[in-house]
């Protein structure tokens, strides 16, 4: 069993950067492939990134690649999204989850567990 718990979303202008983090409990963090999602309002969720459990492998929706970047703590269970040059497109709520694939995964299917969320805003 995992828990997932999403913070440091808010409000940042075009061009600005914020880090979201995603603190996971439970023993099975390390052994768990990780992923970032978002969705906009009126849209499905839309997979953003993904890295493997011992966090040397990573991958990247083409719509953030160069601008986001994902990394994990396996000492601190927590998982980082770290986000720069936001555009007003990436305003979405933010979801971390959790998968046993350990490459993690594009699909969010694959994904058996889920954090709250995290509302990123970003204004033109």
């Known amino acids: 069993q995992v828990q997932l718990v999403e913070s440091g979303g808010g409000l940042v202008q075009a061009g600005g950067s914020l880090r979201l983090s995603c603190a996971a409990s439970?023993?099975?963090?390390?052994?768990?492939?990780m992923g970032w999602f978002r969705q906009a309002p009126g849209k499905e969720r839309e997979f953003v990134a993904a890295?493997?459990?011992?966090?040397?492998?990573?991958s990247y929706a083409d719509s953030v690649k160069g601008r986001f970047t994902i990394s994990r703590d396996n000492a601190k269970n927590t998982v980082y999204l770290q986000m720069n040059d936001l555009k007003p497109e990436d305003t979405a709520v933010y979801y971390c989850?959790?998968?046993?694939?350990?490459?993690?995964?594009?699909?969010?299917?694959?994904?058996?567990?889920w954090g709250q969320g995290t509302q990123v805003t970003v204004s033109s």
């Open positions: 989850a959790a998968t046993g694939r350990t490459f993690g995964s594009r699909l969010s299917d694959d994904y058996g567990y």
């Open positions: 439970g023993r099975t963090f390390s052994s768990s492939g």
């Open positions: 890295i493997s459990r011992g966090g040397g492998v990573t």
